[in-house]
């Protein structure tokens, strides 16, 4: 329980149009994330980063960010989880 982790996602779009990511969405407040804010051309790179913050919070966990984008309606699903562990 010492603070916060960070995961980087980074993907390629592997469409023919330039892709926008319009938002995430956390399942948890204990759970927040970032995204690359311009569009991304075919065949560019991007990175979705998501923070976890452990506080309070022991044992495992499964958490979801939903990225939300102009490649379809349906969200696509990130999933972090594992174990959080005392100091003690």
């Known amino acids: 329980e010492n603070g916060s ?11 023919d149009a330039p892709l926008i990511i319009i938002e995430t969405r956390s399942s948890c407040g204990c759970t927040a994330s970032s995204f690359t804010k ?21 044992g495992s966990f499964r958490k979801e960010v939903k990225v939300y984008s102009n490649a379809g309606k349906a969200p696509t699903k990130l999933i972090i989880e594992g174990v959080v562990v005392s100091k003690n």
């Open 38 to 58: 311009k569009p991304i051309a075919p065949a560019g790179k991007g990175v979705i980063e998501v923070t976890f913050n452990p506080a309070g919070r022991p």
């Open 5 to 15: 982790v960070t995961h980087a996602f980074e993907f390629t779009n592997e469409g």
